[in-house]
């Protein structure tokens, strides 16, 4: 409970004196009404009636009224704006991440924390802030109760007392029950995940499907077994507490008569403030399952937070200026993949190359040669783990990595097409127009209020569109990574005789992976990579080859 109401405390920020003055006055105020009720009956009893007693009523009615809806206004804004507060904190810190780290953690287990372990944590500050009122009350009751009968009054403290203990015997169980059944729901949504990103490969093989559609029914049913046995455990517990204060109005009323209570009044009394005791000290208890489950999803997030302060190697300045290009060198630059993700490490480097302002230049090589990862070293995704980048002669540490980014528009292969113009400030219509009639997609979209149409388009298209927004940013260096591969022939064409010379023309740097020999004289260099090492096959040294 301690972490939950840290971090309360510290993202409710000032609303959390408002909202717990409000409980408090809401908790207060219903006690008071159970000294009324039992005061009227006391009245009752002897046929009498202080016209004092509904007047309090009224008053002490309308006090709880108020304060109670005064405190849930506040609490569920309150909670909210935490959760928003949260969630868009993580994702701007996600965009300051390294990106080997997104890489490696994987989407799964990030939506789980900004989706359902948020939503827990939501929900479980609810329970929290509401249970207040609730203990505000119990303690108002039992105060009462003491003040009505000191033998009820330790018999009430027993009696929820061993309820209480029942819970927090199983708490540290249930709580390794809850972090397995989350784990299970992460791989879930990545193997959902999986269904979208992996659709064609799976439409091609009907075997396949029915592996992965049963994968899924797997996870789902561990997920849901585990949560089953975890809640019809929560609420067996929950059950035996009730029998306990069922079993202490037993007491109550068999009990008192033999020691020698036989005030039927005061009896009375005691059971009515028993029963009005019960709902808020059940509500108490049925908050412990909440609170665990909020203890595993604050954990998680607390860890993700962490993690991405830790990685980030930069701040979130929104003025950043880009660099002045000329010239871009690699020095001895190495990039190493370690055993997570691979059974072996794979080596990229060294890389010792100077790429000049307007030049072409195509880099080629078989699958696994390292060029994707290349292109991210060049591009600033990836720091290099060795040696450095200079950009005209000065050497790109973290705090120049961003300006650096700033210099390129990229395509790579697993290019994502957003369809909101993000960065853009209110581009020029016509040369909209007429990018997207030079690309051949005037008539499959078009861009309005900062936004794309539509974005449901062949691949080679979606890439041609990816480059129209590049181009739009007007950016220093190009890269294309196997951006022809999915074009028709009359575009592939296109792509190498007009658009590489005319930006070329216009001063662009223009940096391809290609294996398009056809074309090769296009460019002012051929770069070949082969073992994460780079060679110049037109020529001119660019790096150290491998035999």
Not at 480 to 485: G, K, V
């Amino acid at each position: 409970m301690l972490p939950l109401l840290s971090f309360l405390q510290r993202e409710l920020k000032g609303s959390i004196a408002r909202i717990v003055a409000a409980l408090l006055i809401a908790g207060l105020s219903r006690g008071a009404l159970l000294a009324i009720f039992n005061a009227g009956a006391s009245d009752a009893t002897a046929h009498t009636l202080d016209w004092k007693l509904p007047t309090a009523f009224l008053a002490v009615m309308g006090l709880y009224l108020l304060s109670s809806y005064d405190a849930i206004h506040h609490s569920v804004r309150a909670v909210e704006t935490m959760r928003e507060r949260v969630r868009v904190r993580l994702s701007e810190k996600l965009l300051l991440a390294q990106l080997r780290f997104l890489e490696i953690k994987g989407s799964g287990d990030i939506y789980t924390q900004l989706g359902a372990d948020l939503q827990r944590l939501r929900d479980a500050s609810m329970t929290f802030l509401n249970g207040l009122q609730a203990g505000v009350l119990v303690v108002f009751s039992l105060a009462y109760l003491a003040w009505l009968s000191w033998p009820v009054f330790f018999a009430t403290l027993i009696t929820s007392g061993l309820g209480a203990a029942t819970y927090f015997w199983i708490d540290s169980d249930m709580r390794t029950r809850i972090t397995h059944a989350r784990s299970r729901e992460t791989a879930l949504f990545d193997a959902l995940a999986d269904t979208l990103r992996g659709f064609k490969e799976l439409k091609l093989g009907r075997a396949r499907q029915r592996d992965h559609a049963g994968y899924i029914a797997t996870l789902a049913r561990e997920f849901r077994e585990l949560w089953v046995k975890t809640e019809t455990l929560y609420q067996l517990i929950g059950i035996t507490s009730q029998t306990f204060m069922f079993a202490l109005i037993a007491i109550v009323a068999f009990g008192l008569p033999l020691l020698g209570q036989t005030d039927g009044t005061k009896i009375f009394q005691v059971i009515a403030t028993i029963l009005f005791i019960m709902a808020p000290l059940e509500a108490l208890l049925q908050a412990i399952p909440s609170l665990s489950k909020a203890r595993v999803s604050l954990s998680s997030i607390a860890r993700l937070e962490a993690n991405l302060d830790s990685d980030a190697a930069e701040t979130g300045n929104d003025t950043v200026v880009p660099l002045n290009f000329e010239s871009l060198s690699f020095r001895d630059v190495h990039f190493r993949f370690d055993s997570l993700v691979a059974e072996e490490g794979f080596d990229v480097g060294p890389l010792d190359l100077t790429i000049t302002r307007g030049e072409t230049l195509f880099i080629i090589g078989g699958n696994g040669a390292g060029k994707t990862t290349f292109l991210k070293l060049l591009t600033g995704l990836y720091p290099p783990m060795q040696g450095e980048i200079l950009v005209n002669g000065a050497s790109v540490g973290d705090a120049e990595r961003q300006s650096a980014r700033e210099m390129f528009a990229a395509v790579f292969s697993d290019f994502h097409l957003f369809t909101r113009l993000y960065g853009l400030n209110a581009p020029d219509p016509a040369k909209i127009n007429t990018l997207l009639e030079e690309l051949g997609i005037a008539h499959k979209t078009s861009i309005k209020d900062g936004a794309l149409s539509t974005v449901s388009l062949s691949t080679g298209q979606r890439k041609r569109l990816a480059y129209a927004v590049n181009r739009l940013a007007d950016r220093q260096i190009y890269v294309f990574d196997e951006f022809a591969a999915d074009q028709d022939p009359q575009f592939r064409a296109y792509f190498y005789t007009e658009l590489l010379p005319r930006l070329k023309a216009d001063g662009k740097t223009v940096i391809a992976v290609t294996h398009d020999d056809r074309w090769f004289a296009v460019a002012d260099r051929v770069l070949k990579m082969d073992y994460g090492r780079i060679a110049d096959i037109t020529g001119q040294s660019a790096g150290r080859a491998t035999s």
